[in-house]
């Protein structure tokens, strides 16, 4: 309706009929016999001067061009709204397809659902605009072409479990949205070391297989409220230090790959978004263990480094889960290293044996860097996950002798200090993020 101006302007056509005020606004409309009442849909928007940083709050009345050129953007809604509230976002450079934006809906409800979701657009020369309509839908798009269903984002919580002293162990400990690790829980899995963790369905996580003397199938879930189950009787070829990663839109699904039953391995099984764990798929790439994995793009994963001997090979996985072939190792080549995800679509893997701090970055296309000089105390045989819903966290491990301090990760992927140690000093254990 732009450039029409006019008082109570009545536009008939196709069935329908709608009244306009002098402000452009919709009073009322009437068509096949509804008569449905819409605000401020035509109102004016101020455009603002083209945004391109990694983070900006926007305001009610405004337009948006976004340049994602060099980065992705997560933008904050306003924290208060009133009915007919209108934002426009677009794709300035038609680069959200590679890095897409990410909307915090700051406490108000974003098409029904509450602000424990970010709903990410990433299709390349999108527009986006969006209205206020009241406290149980909240923010209403009107036009937000090829966005999924159902919005994603990282989690907020994680947990630490299991692993080794002198020998198995079946602790946990969680991890809270700020980073911050808590003391010991009482072990209800198995004692065992080696197991790897994942997220699947979006919000929980399984901790699966290791070693309590002897390689096992073992799993057992994690709630979106951080509690272990009892384990399940296991699927799959028994071993252990073997890596978990989520994939699959909204990371919904996981899989467990690679590890040692004896001899090294390349096996891999899916999760299915219900967490039940599928029978062995045939191994692809360099069969190995002590490696890393973690989910980058948004729905896609990758192994990488390992005991083979030594090696810095990864390998990708498709967002249903396919490993592809070997990619030629970049950065140190090392094993007992551990991976996670953050920034909503990249991840690192850092530490090692040796043991080493330095890091490798991955892209969200997958592509791993050279290695990044290291931070905190040099380890190996640790474990990381996701936290904050865009940040990682790496803990425990082993320095010649078994550590309990963690290492935090921000949004831009640079690794924090060391913080002082909580919990059971051990090696070896599963970690994952939920809720």
């Given at each position: 309706m732009s450039g029409i101006v006019g008082s109570n302007l009545n536009i008939k056509g196709s069935g329908l009929v709608a009244k306009l005020g002098t402000d452009g606004q919709v009073l009322t409309s009437a068509g096949a016999g509804v008569t449905v009442a819409f605000e401020d849909i035509a109102a004016g928007v101020s455009w603002q001067a083209v945004e391109t940083g990694s983070t900006m709050t926007a305001v009610a009345g405004n337009g948006y061009p976004i340049d994602t050129t060099s980065n992705a953007c997560t933008i904050t809604l306003p924290a208060s709204a009133s009915n007919g509230d209108q934002i426009i976002f677009t794709d300035y450079a038609r680069t959200w397809g590679t890095n897409g934006i990410v909307i915090d809906s700051n406490g108000l409800n974003y098409q029904g659902d509450d602000d424990t979701f970010d709903v990410e657009y990433t299709t390349a020369g999108q527009s986006v605009h969006i209205v206020y309509s009241d406290a149980t839908n909240g923010w209403i798009p009107t036009i937000d072409d090829a966005v999924a269903d159902v919005p994603t984002k990282g989690n907020s919580e994680g947990i630490f479990a299991l692993g080794k002293t002198s020998g198995a162990v079946g602790m946990s400990n969680l991890v809270n949205s700020s980073g911050v690790v808590a003391t010991d829980v009482s072990a209800v899995a198995t004692a065992r070391y080696g197991a790897a963790a994942t997220q699947y369905g979006g919000d929980k996580g399984i901790i699966a297989y290791g070693d309590?003397?002897?390689?096992?199938?073992?799993?057992?879930?994690?709630?979106?409220?951080?509690?272990?189950?009892?384990?399940?009787?296991?699927?799959?070829?028994?071993?252990?230090?073997?890596?978990?990663?989520?994939?699959?839109?909204?990371?919904?699904?996981?899989?467990?790959?690679?590890?040692?039953?004896?001899?090294?391995?390349?096996?891999?099984?899916?999760?299915?978004?219900?967490?039940?764990?599928?029978?062995?798929?045939?191994?692809?790439?360099?069969?190995?263990?002590?490696?890393?994995?973690?989910?980058?793009?948004?729905?896609?994963?990758?192994?990488?480094?390992?005991?083979?001997?030594?090696?810095?090979?990864?390998?990708?996985?498709?967002?249903?889960?396919?490993?592809?072939?070997?990619?030629?190792?970049?950065?140190?080549?090392?094993?007992?290293?551990?991976?996670?995800?953050?920034?909503?679509?990249?991840?690192?893997?850092?530490?090692?044996?040796?043991?080493?701090?330095?890091?490798?970055?991955?892209?969200?296309?997958?592509?791993?860097?050279?290695?990044?000089?290291?931070?905190?105390?040099?380890?190996?045989?640790?474990?990381?996950?996701?936290?904050?819903?865009?940040?990682?966290?790496?803990?425990?491990?082993?320095?010649?002798?078994?550590?309990?301090?963690?290492?935090?990760?921000?949004?831009?992927?640079?690794?924090?200090?060391?913080?002082?140690?909580?919990?059971?000093?051990?090696?070896?254990?599963?970690?994952?993020?939920?809720?």
């Open positions: 309590t003397g002897s390689k096992v199938s073992t799993s057992n879930l994690v709630s979106n409220a951080g509690v272990v189950a009892t384990d399940t009787s296991g699927v799959g070829t028994a071993r252990a230090q073997l890596a978990a990663c989520s994939y699959g839109t909204g990371a919904d699904k996981g899989i467990f790959g690679y590890g040692t039953t004896g001899s090294q391995s390349s096996l891999t099984n899916l999760v299915s978004n219900a967490g039940v764990v599928a029978t062995d798929v045939t191994g692809v790439g360099t069969a190995r263990s002590y490696l890393g994995a973690c989910e980058y793009g948004n729905d896609k994963a990758i192994f990488g480094y390992g005991e083979s001997p030594a090696t810095a090979v990864t390998n990708l996985v498709s967002n249903v889960g396919v490993v592809a072939t070997d990619t030629s190792g970049v950065g140190t080549a090392r094993s007992g290293l551990t991976a996670c995800s953050y920034g909503y679509d990249k991840g690192i893997f850092a530490y090692g044996g040796g043991p080493v701090n330095m890091s490798n970055l991955v892209s969200n296309t997958g592509v791993v860097g050279t290695d990044v000089t290291g931070v905190g105390t040099a380890r190996s045989q640790l474990g990381a996950c996701e936290y904050g819903n865009d940040k990682g966290i790496f803990g425990y491990g082993y320095t010649g002798s078994n550590v309990s301090l963690t290492n935090l990760v921000s949004n831009a992927g640079v690794v924090a200090t060391d913080v002082t140690g909580v919990g059971t000093a051990r090696r070896d254990p599963a970690a994952c993020s939920f809720n």
